[in-house]
């Protein structure tokens, strides 16, 4: 008996730069994945990374992501450790083997950790709220009042 081909998978015009509509390499992403607290709480940097590591394990939960990869996208591998160890905090994946001593790539699992991440367990950065303050400051430093104490400075006068 012969063995029975795979349907071939084919994506619009706007979806690919392929004029058959035929990709090699893609990935299947979810809405209540896309739209969950803990994917809209990620970096740039980090949902950039967390969308070439989809691309790049080939549907296998279980992955290597080597240097030469994400060295194509990254300016630094300080960037690329800031944005993995996000994912690692919002529960995206998991460090599965450091292959450090051994000059491998490490693995890496993806993980379901993200669907119990709640806003409200998200440590503030310093960044952030360095920046909170300056508007802070700002607002009560500034002669012109936020457009909310309108009221209380006409009643001043």
């Given at each position: 008996m012969p063995k029975?081909?795979?349907?071939?998978?084919?994506?619009?015009?706007?979806?690919?730069?392929?004029?058959?509509?035929?990709?090699?390499?893609?990935?299947?992403?979810?809405?209540?994945?896309?739209?969950?607290?803990?994917?809209?709480?990620?970096?740039?940097?980090?949902?950039?990374?967390y969308?070439?590591?989809?691309?790049?394990c080939?549907?296998?939960?279980?992955?290597?992501?080597?240097?030469?990869?994400?060295?194509v996208?990254?300016?630094?591998?300080?960037?690329?450790?800031?944005?993995?160890?996000?994912?690692?905090?919002?529960?995206?994946i998991e460090?599965?083997?450091?292959?450090?001593?051994?000059?491998?790539?490490?693995?890496?699992?993806?993980s379901?950790?993200?669907?119990?991440?709640?806003?409200?367990?998200?440590?503030?950065?310093?960044?952030?709220?360095?920046?909170?303050?300056?508007?802070?400051?700002?607002?009560?430093?500034?002669?012109?009042?936020?457009?909310?104490?309108?009221?209380?400075?006409?009643?001043?006068?």
């Amino acid at each position: 008996m012969p063995k029975k081909k795979k349907p071939i998978t084919t994506f619009m015009p706007w979806e690919t730069m392929n004029s058959s509509g035929y990709e090699k390499g893609y990935y299947r992403s979810t809405k209540s994945q896309e739209m969950s607290s803990a994917m809209l709480a990620l970096s740039h940097t980090a949902y950039r990374v967390y969308k070439l590591m989809r691309l790049k394990c080939g549907g296998q939960q279980i992955f290597t992501f080597p240097r030469s990869y994400y060295k194509v996208w990254m300016s630094s591998s300080s960037v690329f450790q800031d944005a993995k160890n996000d994912l690692i905090e919002k529960g995206f994946i998991e460090l599965y083997e450091q292959n450090k001593y051994r000059q491998l790539p490490n693995k890496y699992k993806f993980s379901e950790k993200w669907k119990e991440w709640k806003a409200q367990d998200k440590k503030e950065s310093p960044r952030g709220a360095a920046a909170r303050a300056a508007v802070k400051s700002n607002r009560t430093n500034n002669r012109n009042p936020p457009a909310g104490d309108v009221e209380a400075t006409l009643s001043e006068i």
